[in-house]
């Protein structure tokens, strides 16, 4: 089985800063792109970001490009999401996802997983 585990969340206040991690572990053959997206009270889940496979091509919702930060460690099997002069609005349960092939070749599966969520709150 394969896991995803966030860690990182927490209150802080506007203006201040977080960094979410989430290690993936289980039998995984190998990693593709891997993201983070969040769902506020209310309101559907949204893209917060996405990394591809190597690094070198991440994806960011518009509003939060100049403010977060996406990035990863291969080695760790772990993406991590630092966010800074966080807002009230950036309120959520935070979720981290990956496309990820699972098994021994020759038979690896495809498929998405997601954490379990990591909650979000700032305020003052």
């Known amino acids: 089985q394969v896991q995803l585990v966030e860690s990182g969340g927490g209150l802080v206040q506007p203006g201040g800063s977080l960094r979410l991690s989430c290690e993936a572990s289980?039998?995984?053959?190998?990693?593709?792109?891997m993201g983070w997206y969040r769902q506020a009270p209310g309101k559907e889940r949204e893209l917060v970001a996405s990394i591809s496979s190597g690094g070198s091509i991440t994806n960011y919702a518009d509003s939060l490009k100049d403010r977060f930060t996406i990035s990863r460690d291969n080695a760790k099997s772990t993406v991590y999401l630092q966010m800074n002069s966080l807002k009230p609005e950036d309120t959520a349960v935070y979720y981290c996802?990956?496309?990820?092939?699972?098994?021994?070749?020759?038979?690896?599966?495809?498929?998405?997983?997601w954490g379990q969520g990591t909650q979000v709150t700032v305020s003052s």
């Open positions: 996802n990956a496309d990820l092939y699972t098994g021994l070749a020759p038979r690896i599966t495809r498929r998405d997983y």
């Open positions: 289980g039998n995984i053959f190998r990693i593709n792109d």
